[in-house]
């Protein structure tokens, strides 16, 4: 089951009451589902409860029915039609259009005035012509039609509510469409489907929370390989030392950290100062074997120039 076909099933269980909100809704199917103009409306799904809400959501809104229903449980597509003249003139006039003359379709702002009405024609949008990605793989709900100037209005209505989308022609049709997480959680607390958002802000935290982690490691990897390759140059130093009889002419404190160095290779510099007797400070620590590196450094590199030759 997918995440789109879910968030339509949390929608479906919400309730069909007042005549507006309902009227609303029916209107952001029609201007988004597969057909609608004069002569007929149109709407494939292949979503049981939302074929199950749609004959109520228009006999509330409209005061009709559809003159095609699909069979009691059929399985795959089914389809809504409507096509008589009458019923069809009667939706045209309820929506604020004319149907004597050839209707580009708008979308009739004065329908949706009252904020439950906004949210109402969107939950509309949504459910014929909406699709949202599972957020755990990326996140993007997208909202398409065939009426270029509905998609158009879709976007003031949307940037007015605070929610400012994208917009794209694809195929023919017009998508309207979010990427950014939050932007889509909010749109879908607004059309009623919050264990929706909720799972859209619980994969976005486990996601960062991964990312955080990932980051973590990588640096502790790169500081663990930084280690490695100065406790490996430090214990060369000392033993370049020892070869050349100059280790055991330094002050104590020097010999001293040789000598802890050399049997505990393994120690990061914090873990090594502790082995002290008593205990350095990671600075002091660095500063000795930094000494301790530099004494040797005339002597390594003169065994690198005659390995060179």
């Known amino acids: 089951m997918s995440f789109s076909y879910e968030t339509k099933n949390e929608l479906c269980r919400l309730p069909v009451q007042k005549l507006c909100c309902a009227r609303a809704e029916a209107y952001g199917i029609l201007l988004y ?24 959501l228009f006999q509330r809104a409209f005061n009709l029915r559809f003159d095609r229903l699909p069979e009691p449980d059929q399985p795959g597509k089914r389809i809504f039609q409507i096509t008589e003249r009458s019923k069809m003139d009667h939706i045209i006039n309820l929506l604020g259009y004319d149907p004597r003359q050839h209707t580009v379709l708008h979308i009739n702002f004065g329908m949706l005035e009252e904020e ?22 990326r996140y993007h709900l997208e909202l398409t039609t065939s009426h270029l100037q509905a998609s158009r209005e879709l976007g003031v209505l949307l940037r007015e509510s605070g929610y400012p989308p994208k917009s794209i022609a694809r195929n023919g049709s017009f998508v309207t469409y979010f990427k950014q997480s939050d932007q889509i959680e909010d749109f879908l607390t607004l059309i009623g489907a919050p264990v929706a958002a909720m799972n859209v802000m619980t994969a976005k935290m486990e996601k960062d929370l991964r990312n955080s982690v990932n980051r973590r490691l990588n640096c502790d990897s790169a500081n663990l390989d930084k280690a490695v390759l100065a406790a490996r140059e430090q214990t060369e130093a000392i033993r370049k030392l020892q070869a050349a009889g100059i280790l055991e002419n330094l002050p104590d404190k020097l010999q001293q950290t040789a000598a802890l160095r050399l049997e505990n290779p393994e120690l990061t510099l914090s873990e090594l100062a502790e082995e002290f007797d008593p205990p350095v400070t990671k600075s002091c620590l660095n500063h000795r074997l930094r000494k301790l590196v530099e004494l040797a450094k005339p002597k390594m590199d003169s065994e690198a120039e005659a390995n060179a030759k």
């Not at 589902?33 to 109520?56: D, G, M, Q, Y």
């Open 33 to 56: 589902c597969n057909t609608f103009h004069a002569s007929e409306v149109r709407i494939v799904t292949e979503n049981p409860n939302f074929a199950a809400r749609l004959p109520r």
């Open 116 to 137: 439950c009405c906004r949210a109402s024609f969107l939950r509309g949008a949504f459910f014929a012509g909406g699709s949202i990605t599972d957020p755990t793989k």
